[in-house]
């Protein structure tokens, strides 16, 4: 479908991204922080940057949230 549709003005949150990441994808320093976690969650920008990692999907979410922002999930 090609239809075009208008996007709301005014008060949209700018998205972010939420994605599984495994723990040995991150810097060792990281990993030590982690104390054994195999999975986190990171929280990206709509540009790509990481902005948060978290070791939950749902507080990812939640903390997305809480700084008026809108989480998508990315697999």
Do not use: C
């Amino acid at each position: 479908m090609n239809s075009k549709h208008p996007l709301p003005e005014g008060d949209t949150q700018p998205i972010v991204y939420v994605r599984p990441v495994d723990v040995t994808e991150l810097p060792d320093d990281v990993q030590r922080e982690l104390q054994g976690a195999t999975r986190v969650y990171a929280i990206h920008h709509e540009e790509g940057e990481r902005m948060a990692l978290v070791t939950d999907r749902t507080m990812a979410f939640v903390l997305a949230r809480q700084n008026d922002l809108t989480p998508v999930s990315v697999h």
